[in-house]
């Protein structure tokens, strides 16, 4: 959340669970779910513009992945709880850490990065939009395995090792799910200076950006089936993309919106170089 100055945590009246518990199971107060989360990770400075369009979303939460937590803290987004296992934060963002907010530390022999372990821990949260933040990075591997880790919190069978966290969906909700899977509205990242956002059957994505706006669609977990895009200069209807290739990329904005949807698979839709 926007930084309030950051030697204070700030306070909620929300009833604690025990509280909640105490008041019988008729009358349980469940807190309600956050509407903006956050997820900050350790890939280099979050550019200003960046930031600014963050801040004005006012998030509930933001979650900070190892050294993100440092990168946040020089940008005005206060975190509230950092993960991972804290082989890359500094001492005084630790020692901070440790006394205005939640660390939960993982062993470094773990089969998840920390971006993928903070993404996870967000979804299950349950907010309405989830967003991926970090500078543009000097590492590849790490980058692909982010871009993974939010598309990921998306599918009905999200990947969720080391962290015991349900699957994530988006779209309309269904509480009555088995596998307890919450839905989220908008799961979108801020890379560097692109923006991304991610589409599942269960949500549409529609862009709206100025005519001749470049973007693409990669079908980044596997096969997509059933891809459709309208407004743009070269639309799919029911189409197949393969697991990363290019039929999908550098494509334009006509006039209007651009909407993009899937019947099968998840689809991740990268705007270089967008405007906050």
Request: hydrophobic letters at 45%.
């Amino acid at each position: 959340m926007p930084a309030e100055g950051l030697d204070a945590m700030p306070t909620t009246d929300e009833p604690s669970p025990a509280d909640a518990a105490s008041a019988g199971a008729s009358h349980r107060v469940t807190p309600a779910p956050p509407n903006v989360v956050v997820v900050v990770t350790g890939a280099g400075a979050i550019a200003p513009d960046v930031v600014a369009g963050v801040v004005a979303l006012a998030p509930d939460v933001v979650v900070a992945a190892d050294g993100g937590l440092d990168w946040a803290r020089a940008s005005d987004l206060r975190p509230d709880v950092l993960i991972g296992d804290l082989d890359s934060v500094s001492a005084p963002g630790l020692a901070w850490a440790d006394q205005h907010g939640t660390v939960i530390r993982h062993p470094a022999d773990k089969t998840a990065t920390d971006t993928e372990l903070a993404v996870a821990y967000a979804a299950a949260l349950g907010p309405r939009r989830l967003v991926l933040v970090a500078g543009p990075g000097d590492r590849l591997d790490h980058t692909i395995a982010a871009v993974g880790a939010l598309g990921s919190a998306t599918a009905d069978t999200a990947d969720t090792r080391d962290t015991g966290t349900p699957g994530v969906t988006h779209g309309t909700s269904d509480t009555s799910d088995p596998a307890g899977a919450v839905d989220i509205d908008v799961v979108e990242a801020w890379w560097g200076d692109d923006r991304l956002l991610v589409a599942t059957p269960r949500r549409r994505v529609t862009l709206d950006e100025p005519p001749g706006t470049t973007f693409s669609v990669l079908a980044m977990h596997g096969q997509a089936t059933g891809v459709s895009i309208t407004g743009a200069r070269w639309p799919l209807s029911g189409a197949t993309l393969g697991p990363v290739t290019g039929q999908g990329v550098s494509n334009a904005v006509v006039d209007g919106l651009v909407t993009v949807t899937v019947d099968d698979g998840t689809l991740t839709i990268i705007i270089p170089g967008a405007q906050p």
